[in-house]
């Protein structure tokens, strides 16, 4: 089962003292969770400032060190609109770029999104399409570059379960209708987090956990670092496998 690691999201060190954010903490960070056994990271670039970035100078920065710390394992950052609020802004960003992660995160109800996708694809960069809604889904659907995508990140945002599970049934139809075949990483957040862990190992789906996602540990306990996130990720998932089976 594959488990990405989410390094730290639009966290700060408010929320955990640990949220990396500079690129040796990045590295270091991608380093203990892959020892821990994620397959794949995901993470937001940030400037010196600590701001979320999609400038081409902090995102080479940022790649070069994750790739030196975990060679041979896929990670890839965040496009997130909010980082820059203007569609076409963001798109010159991205054309800027001359370090390239592995694959990128879209999120194809943004406005320009689909336009991004097909700029990260014909830089020789994975897609990873982000759907945590109906209209995420039916915009990729649209865009017709299903075929080209690494895998979908199904990421609901609801906080109630059965309103979570709605959404993510709802997705699924969709993408079974369209014939779509990728490879599923199901992932919660914060209070969905660490059931969507048992809910993707037992429709054998991958999954996604770290900082970015939840802070504290099943038990409440905060979290000492990602690393023990994708350690207990590993339990549940192993767990609910073997549940399943029985």
């Not at 594959?2 to 639009?10: F, R």
């Not at 963001?90 to 406005?111: G, Q, Y």
Request: charged share 25%.
């Amino acid at each position: 089962m594959l488990i990405e690691v989410s390094l730290n999201g639009g966290r700060t060190r408010a929320g955990h003292h640990l949220v990396p954010c500079s690129p040796f903490e990045l590295a270091a960070a991608a380093k203990e969770a892959v020892e821990a056994g994620a397959g794949a990271a995901h993470f937001h670039v940030r400037a010196a400032d600590g701001r979320e970035s999609v400038d081409a100078e902090d995102v080479a920065r940022a790649v070069s060190a994750v790739r030196a710390a975990i060679p041979g394992t896929p990670f890839g950052v965040s496009t997130g609109l909010w980082m820059v609020r203007d569609a076409r802004e963001r798109h010159e960003k991205v054309a800027a770029w001359k370090v390239f992660p592995d694959f990128a995160s879209v999120n194809f109800n943004e406005e320009g999104g689909i336009a991004l996708a097909e700029l990260l694809l014909s830089k020789g960069m994975g897609v990873e399409a982000g759907m945590g809604s109906v209209l995420a889904t039916e915009k990729f659907l649209e865009s017709k570059l299903a075929a080209r995508c690494r895998w979908v990140l199904l990421e609901p945002e609801q906080q109630e379960m059965d309103a979570a599970l709605a959404v993510v049934g709802k997705i699924e139809e969709l993408l079974q209708r369209a014939g779509i075949a990728l490879p599923i990483i199901l992932h919660g957040l914060n209070r969905t987090a660490w059931e969507f862990i048992e809910v993707a190992a037992r429709r054998g789906y991958g999954t996604r956990i770290g900082l970015e996602d939840v802070l504290t540990l099943p038990d409440g306990r905060q979290a000492k670092a990602n690393g023990e996130l994708v350690a207990e990720a590993l339990r549940r998932a192993g767990r609910a496998r073997a549940a399943n089976k029985g």
